[in-house]
């Protein structure tokens, strides 16, 4: 009797092994492997039905390129899960969920991966099958300690590899383990049974740096450039008024041409970049994006080395996530960057105004390539706020919500104030929507009538006579009607 509930026991497990439900890329404990324990615990904490959404948002944060609709970083993952469940296999065909496959999801395919087997040496007992796994700069190794086909990461620490027989043998004999030695010793068998040639202080150092990150580094996933290299671009946001209480961020962006490739087309060397710009709320869901080509003529004249040009968007105010992205097609250099952005309300009764624009250009002409139209204006921005000699510091900005009399005008101050951190005296003459002269610290006030609630300015500083300092223009804008006030400031620096 007891023979038939055995053999029926074995054959039902062997059933159970044979038709063990194949697992899923989908599955939590796949995920949850990448995650740090703060993200862990607010994950587990979560309903069934609140973890995809939870889901959504972290692959879209951590999204190596925010601006096209394939999460790359996700399906590196994805794929990472699809070849572990396919490699790590048992004797009956099962997928093991060893640290073997922990470290090809987190971290992906090792460089080289070598393994030798268990064997028994005297006097030591059983030395447990074990594996080394070379990435570019750390080497991991995993060990069979339960001779179960069940890798676990880390060199033995223990004799036999037998929890119970170390037991015995620390408890009744007083045997030791000199933890240091016994590293070395298998390193250093393990190099000689599989012949690879490594420089030991080297491979001793990415061990370190294997066991570090094994513990606290959740995921390595770095996106390839595909075969480019970063194209570094400077880019700034401003903010001005928009439409229904809306706010409009204008990004100016400058591209260095030294990492774009140019071509010889119809005679003229040109270069064709793509711009790429999305717009999140916090919670990653898309608001608005822009995809557009810069088609750029080299000019031998000018002897300009940057590529400016703008985009802009118009959102609700409130806290958001923008992603910028440059690409060169031939090259295939490109630059990515994201970043959080504030966007404020212009909106109330008293006089507002609005962020300094720093522009290359501010003029009444038609629109042309990497303007930004405003009323009358037209403003090329101009991210970078570093001056060189014979260089004007141009700056645009709006007033808004100023009060209103017989025929709509309105009655408004603006005053001007230069200060340097160096320089105890100086003179920078200024044009634009006015002229003047500062000097240091002091004021200069300008009374002006609007044709509305809302009036555009602009001013050009002379930098000649500035010496080299970082500068701060404050702007006071003042309604005379009311006597509501604004201001706002900025800083830049002249260097020769």
């Given at each position: 009797?007891?023979?038939?509930?055995?053999?029926?026991?074995?054959?039902?497990?062997?059933?159970?092994?044979?038709?063990?439900?194949?697992?899923?890329?989908?599955?939590?404990?796949?995920?949850?492997?990448?995650?740090?324990?703060?993200?862990?615990?607010?994950?587990?904490?979560?309903?069934?039905?609140?973890?995809?959404?939870?889901?959504?948002?972290?692959?879209?944060?951590?999204?190596?390129?925010?601006?096209?609709?394939?999460?790359?970083?996700?399906?590196?993952?994805?794929?990472?899960?699809?070849?572990?469940?396919?490699?790590?296999?048992?004797?009956?065909?099962?997928?093991?969920?060893?640290?073997?496959?922990?470290?090809?999801?987190?971290?992906?395919?090792?460089?080289?991966?070598?393994?030798?087997?268990?064997?028994?040496?005297?006097?030591?007992?059983?030395?447990?099958?074990?594996?080394?796994?070379?990435?570019?700069?750390?080497?991991?190794?995993?060990?069979?300690?339960?001779?179960?086909?069940?890798?676990?990461?880390?060199?033995?620490?223990?004799?036999?590899?037998?929890?119970?027989?170390?037991?015995?043998?620390?408890?009744?004999?007083?045997?030791?383990?000199?933890?240091?030695?016994?590293?070395?010793?298998?390193?250093?068998?393990?190099?000689?049974?599989?012949?690879?040639?490594?420089?030991?202080?080297?491979?001793?150092?990415?061990?370190?740096?294997?066991?570090?990150?094994?513990?606290?580094?959740?995921?390595?996933?770095?996106?390839?450039?595909?075969?480019?290299?970063?194209?570094?671009?400077?880019?700034?946001?401003?903010?001005?008024?928009?439409?229904?209480?809306?706010?409009?961020?204008?990004?100016?962006?400058?591209?260095?041409?030294?990492?774009?490739?140019?071509?010889?087309?119809?005679?003229?060397?040109?270069?064709?970049?793509?711009?790429?710009?999305?717009?999140?709320?916090?919670?990653?869901?898309?608001?608005?994006?822009?995809?557009?080509?810069?088609?750029?003529?080299?000019?031998?004249?000018?002897?300009?080395?940057?590529?400016?040009?703008?985009?802009?968007?118009?959102?609700?105010?409130?806290?958001?996530?923008?992603?910028?992205?440059?690409?060169?097609?031939?090259?295939?250099?490109?630059?990515?960057?994201?970043?959080?952005?504030?966007?404020?309300?212009?909106?109330?009764?008293?006089?507002?105004?609005?962020?300094?624009?720093?522009?290359?250009?501010?003029?009444a002409e038609g629109a042309?390539?990497?303007?930004?139209?405003?009323?009358?204006?037209?403003?090329?921005?101009?991210?970078?706020?570093?001056?060189?000699?014979?260089?004007?510091?141009?700056?645009?900005?709006?007033?808004?919500?100023?009060?209103?009399?017989?025929?709509?005008?309105?009655?408004?101050?603006?005053?001007?104030?230069?200060?340097?951190?160096?320089?105890?005296?100086?003179?920078?003459?200024?044009?634009?929507?006015?002229?003047?002269?500062?000097?240091?610290?002091?004021?200069?006030?300008?009374?002006?009538?609007?044709?509305?609630?809302?009036?555009?300015?602009?001013?050009?500083?002379?930098?000649?006579?500035?010496?080299?300092?970082?500068?701060?223009?404050?702007?006071?804008?003042?309604?005379?009607?009311?006597?509501?006030?604004d201001r706002a400031s900025?800083?830049?620096?002249?260097?020769?």
């Open positions: 009797m007891n023979r038939t509930v055995l053999a029926l026991f074995l054959l039902f497990a062997g059933f159970g092994c044979a038709f063990a439900e194949e697992p899923h890329p989908s599955e939590d404990r796949f995920f949850t492997i990448i995650l740090t324990d703060e993200d862990r615990a607010a994950y587990e904490s979560l309903s069934e039905q609140e973890r995809p959404e939870w889901r959504r948002r972290y692959w879209a944060s951590v999204d190596p390129i925010p601006t096209t609709d394939e999460n790359h970083r996700e399906r590196e993952h994805q794929q990472r899960i699809t070849e572990a469940i396919r490699v790590f296999r048992d004797k009956h065909g099962q997928f093991v969920f060893d640290d073997r496959a922990r470290a090809y999801i987190r971290f992906g395919k090792p460089t080289r991966r070598e393994r030798l087997e268990g064997e028994v040496l005297l006097h030591e007992g059983i030395r447990a099958p074990h594996e080394f796994w070379l990435y570019g700069d750390m080497i991991l190794w995993f060990e069979d300690r339960r001779l179960s086909g069940y890798f676990e990461e880390g060199l033995t620490r223990v004799a036999s590899g037998i929890g119970a027989t170390d037991q015995y043998l620390r408890e009744d004999t007083g045997w030791q383990v000199d933890e240091e030695l016994l590293f070395e010793e298998s390193f250093d068998r393990f190099l000689e049974v599989r012949n690879i040639e490594v420089d030991p202080v080297l491979a001793r150092r990415y061990t370190d740096r294997g066991r570090h990150r094994w513990r606290e580094v959740p995921e390595i996933n770095e996106y390839d450039f595909e075969e480019g290299k970063e194209l570094r671009f400077i880019f700034d946001v401003s903010h001005l008024a928009g439409s229904a209480g809306r706010t409009v961020l204008l990004i100016g962006f400058l591209i260095p041409l030294k990492d774009v490739a140019f071509e010889m087309r119809e005679g003229i060397e040109s270069a064709v970049l793509q711009r790429q710009a999305v717009l999140y709320t916090q919670d990653y869901i898309p608001v608005d994006a822009r995809s557009v080509n810069l088609a750029h003529v080299r000019d031998p004249v000018s002897g300009s080395n940057w590529i400016a040009t703008s985009d802009s968007f118009e959102a609700d105010p409130g806290s958001y996530v923008l992603a910028l992205r440059v690409i060169d097609p031939v090259s295939k250099n490109q630059g990515l960057f994201k970043t959080g952005v504030n966007v404020p309300s212009f909106e109330g009764d008293s006089i507002r105004i609005s962020d300094l624009v720093f522009a290359g250009a501010v003029t042309r390539e990497g303007t930004f139209a405003r009323g009358e204006y037209r403003i090329v921005p101009r991210p970078i706020r570093i001056y060189g000699p014979e260089e004007d510091v141009t700056i645009y900005f709006e007033i808004y919500h100023i009060e209103t009399g017989a025929g709509g005008r309105g009655l408004y101050e603006v005053e001007y104030t230069l200060f340097g951190t160096k320089a105890e005296r100086f003179v920078s003459f200024f044009g634009g929507s006015s002229e003047g002269k500062l000097e240091q610290g002091i004021g200069q006030a300008f009374q002006t009538q609007s044709p509305g609630p809302t009036a555009r300015r602009h001013i050009r500083l002379d930098t000649t006579s500035l010496p080299d300092d970082r500068y701060t223009l404050t702007i006071d804008v003042t309604d005379l009607a009311n006597g509501s006030t900025a800083q830049f620096v002249v260097k020769r």
